[in-house]
Every structure is written in C-alpha cells, then in structure tokens.
C-alpha cells in the first residue's frame, strides 16, 4: 500500500500457518520507501511506481474533466486511518468483485457501473453510466424499483452465493 502522499509503503505477506490442522494466513507488514527496499522487492515496486504513475495520470485527467464542468472525486484520506486494501479480488462473466480490508465489497460492472456494499450491511452505493454516485439504504424502496440496480443486486447476490458456498447456481 502506497501512501496517498509520498513515497513510503506497506508491504503485507501473508504468512501460511498450520495451528490444530487448521489453516490460516498471518499477515506480517513492513514499510519501505520506493528508494529504500529488500531486493525481493525489486518487481512489485517496479509495478508499484508504474501503478502509481498510472494513477497520476487518470487523477489529471479527472482534474481536466472537473475544470470543463464534469465532478470529479476528491476524497482525501485522513491520518491516523489504517489504510483501506485488496483483500481478494474475483473475475466474473459480467464484473470484477473486491473484498477490501475493511469488509467493503466494490462490484465493478464490465458496462462501467458500480456497487458498492457497506461492511455493515445496511448501505449500497450505485454508479450508473453517466458515473453519477448515489447511497441508499438497502432497505430503500427506491433500491428495488429501479431495474438497473435491482439487476445487479441479483447478480452480486448470486456470485456472491456462490463464493462463500463454492458451488455454481444452475
């Protein structure tokens, strides 16, 4: 994990363990700076920086977008925050599903939507097409009626069905 400003970051390995033969990773985390490394390190930083330079530019981009009249996200990360990561992450037919270290699940839909669970169970985020972002309560009416996100609600709760189950709906 990169910081938002600077150059330092984590690394977390998960270590394998066997404790009553039951199997579980550890994660163990190190921080680093892209000057200052292990040598084990060399290719994820070299695809860190890269990733990095990648984000850069998508953020200049969305900056040119919002100063033609488009929004743009702004979020800043608070300190003293533990840094949100990648869990897990699983390709999909229709979308890529992530688990983030703090319980969100983002589904990121091949025609360019959006779902977002909160760990809590009790929010859902949508991005439409147009990349307009709403919250409702799962609870909410609206959630339901609208097809586009009812749509993909099912298909979440499919997949997701099927990853905690490990069996394939037929």
């Known amino acids: ?46 695809l860190l920086k890269h990733f990095r330079n990648y984000l850069i530019e998508q953020q200049k981009k969305a900056d040119q977008e919002e ?30 599903f992530f688990r983030l270290s703090d319980h969100t699940v983002q589904i990121v839909f091949y025609d360019h939507t959006e779902i977002l669970l909160t760990p809590d169970e009790r929010h859902i985020t949508y991005v439409d097409k147009d990349r307009t972002r709403k919250t409702y309560y799962l609870t909410d009416e609206l959630v339901g009626y609208n097809a586009e996100i009812a749509k993909r609600l099912k298909y979440t709760k499919e997949i997701l069905n099927q990853l905690v189950t490990g069996q394939k709906n037929s």
């Open 67 to 96: 100063m033609c009249g488009m929004p743009a996200s702004n979020q800043k990360i608070s300190p003293g925050y533990p840094m949100v990561y990648l869990k897990k992450w699983v390709r999909t037919k229709h979308a890529i």
């Open 1 to 46: 994990m990169l910081e938002a400003e600077g150059d330092s970051f984590q690394y977390i390995e998960r270590k394998k363990c066997l404790t009553d033969s039951t199997r579980h990773g550890e994660p163990v985390v190190s921080g680093h700076t892209l000057s200052a490394y292990p040598d084990q390190l060399q290719k994820k930083v070299t």
